[in-house]
């Protein structure tokens, strides 16, 4: 079974444009969180979706946004791009079911400079 | 006080020791815990996930949750130069209406010598 992909690996963007990644989950997981990674603050929440619906949120300005499509792959864009945001963006898959073991699998995400 | 808190390190050990790696949260509810691992400049991989008080052992890996104590650790037996990474304690706790809250601790630094 293939793993979780994203695209691009790598981009470099200056301050003030827009940017949007994209993370393909594993097949048959419906569920695709967002994580930023930087050195300092480590592992953060940006926002899950499942079935097409945002239904989760981490504490990010409305820069940061995303969705999902019907067959689970999902988006995030961030607009207005600042030198703070550059950072490894990670997305994650799981099924999504939400009871009992829930596992998320990493994909190996894209690094993001703002210059 | 921060909702999962992990030593940074670095954790330094000889090879062949066991690694111990440490992990509190601080809500009561969480459920589920997971241990990944990252190289540098890589994705996290799952090690080891754990839902019930107790241990669990998978290959030189044991996990230990405590929950009255909320703390949950990992163990490393026969550490090797290859498991030189950074650990990271995730917690998962499942929120009315069917969501789930997924909060990871920014990770210890381990550091296997030859």
């Known amino acids: 079974k293939a793993g979780v992909t994203q695209t691009p690996r790598y981009l470099i963007k200056t301050r003030g444009q827009q940017v949007t990644l994209s993370c393909s989950p594993i097949s048959g997981h419906r569920s695709v969180s967002w994580y930023q990674q930087t050195p300092g603050q480590g592992l953060q929440f940006l926002f899950e979706y499942f079935s097409e619906t945002q239904r989760n949120k981490g504490n990010f300005p409305g820069r940061f946004s995303g969705r999902q499509f019907s067959n689970s792959r999902s988006e995030m864009n961030v607009s207005t791009l600042e030198l703070g945001d550059s950072a490894l963006y990670l997305c994650?898959?799981?099924?999504?079911?939400?009871?009992?073991?829930?596992?998320?699998?990493f994909g190996p995400g894209t690094r993001l400079l703002v210059l | 006080q921060k909702e999962v808190e992990q030593n940074s390190g670095p954790l330094s050990v000889p090879e062949g020791a066991i690694a111990s790696l440490n992990c509190t949260y601080s809500?009561?509810?969480?459920?589920?815990f997971f241990w990944y691992r990252q190289y540098s400049g890589k994705s996290p991989e799952l090690i080891m996930s754990i839902y019930s008080n107790g241990d669990k052992e998978d290959g030189r890996f044991t996990a230990q949750l405590n929950k009255a104590s909320q703390y949950v650790s990992l163990l490393i037996r026969d550490s090797q130069p290859s498991d030189s990474a950074t650990y990271l304690c995730?917690?998962?706790?499942?929120?009315?209406?069917?969501?789930?809250?997924?909060?990871f601790g920014t990770g210890t630094k381990l550091q296997v010598i030859p």
């Open positions: 809500d009561r509810v969480s459920q589920s």
């Open positions: 994650a898959s799981s099924h999504g079911l939400a009871v009992g073991e829930e596992t998320q699998y």
């Open positions: 995730a917690v998962n706790t499942f929120l009315s209406g069917g969501y789930q809250k997924v909060t």
